[in-house]
């Protein structure tokens, strides 16, 4: 990797991300990462903050690197790609698209004979810590070790066959916003229990970050930990059935399930 470059077309919510993940990786210099917009003044932060190189010029930054992702919205997908494709199917680079809803055989009908990586990551790759589900073509598969290296160094991956995108998409990316939905909601619940509201945010965040920890390094299931804290006669089961009984795990499985249907419809 060490002597790779990488450009991330689309700077915006997740392109920029990526970037700042990889810097603080230190998987590669600032200097061998170049971050593409329209706008400029879009991506300047990204220059001033972690020192990687700018432009607007897309062609360009793809010229220059052996590693390409593509960070646009779906609804300008494909015209970029049409765009970028005579030098990816020169230059061969490595193409890996984080878009929601465009499949590897959407990508190759337009990029013909390119390496394709599908890859689904969160925000939280900005810091490290995303979920990233990766799905592969024939020749993608070829460069299968060295996109694992960058992306386990972004946070956890996981390799999947395509036709689970959809459901990864929903639980790996849009997860995280439920799980800052669960923490603001536990936060509002502890302010109006008497603790101040930068208290409730503080104990909301180091209560998922324990639960987090407890299921990843442990390798145990939620319930039997539930089954810990849950005193007979308590105060834990007292609120989980109340819980429950408004619907908590219900609305959630609601959400995944009917976010999943969204991208279905997207991908047919
Ligand atoms: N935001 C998220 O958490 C996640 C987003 N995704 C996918 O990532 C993609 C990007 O999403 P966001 O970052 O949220 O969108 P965004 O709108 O924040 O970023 C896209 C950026 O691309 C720029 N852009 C548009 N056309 C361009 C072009 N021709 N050349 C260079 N830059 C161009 C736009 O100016 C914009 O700043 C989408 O396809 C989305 O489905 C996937 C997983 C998570
Ligand atoms: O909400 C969306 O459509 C995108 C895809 C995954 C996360 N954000």
Partial sequence: MNSKNITIIGGGNLGSSIAKGLVQS???????????????????????????????NNLEAINNSQIVIVAVKPTVARILLNEIKE?????KQVLISVISGIKIQDLEDI?????????????????????TALSFNEKGLEHKDEVVEIFDQLGATMIIPESQMPAATVLASCGIAFALRFMRA???????????SKQSL???AQIMKGASKLIIENGTHPEPEI?????????TIKSLNKMEHEGFSSSLVQGVVSGHKKILETES
């Fill in 87 to 91: 030098p990816l199917q020169k230059g």
């Fill in 202 to 204: 503080e104990v909301a």
């Fill in 227 to 235: 089954d810990k804290v849950t005193t007979p006669l308590g105060v």
């Fill in 111 to 131: 990029l013909v004979d390119v390496p394709v990586i599908r890859a689904m990551p969160n925000t939280a790759i900005a810091i490290q810590e995303s979920m």
């Fill in 186 to 196: 536990a936060s509002q619940g502890g302010i109006e229990i008497g603790l101040s």
């Fill in 26 to 56: 230190g998987l590669l210099k600032p200097e061998q990462i170049t971050v593409t917009n329209l706008e400029l003044h879009l991506i300047q932060h990204l220059k001033d903050e972690i020192g990687v190189n700018i432009t607007t």
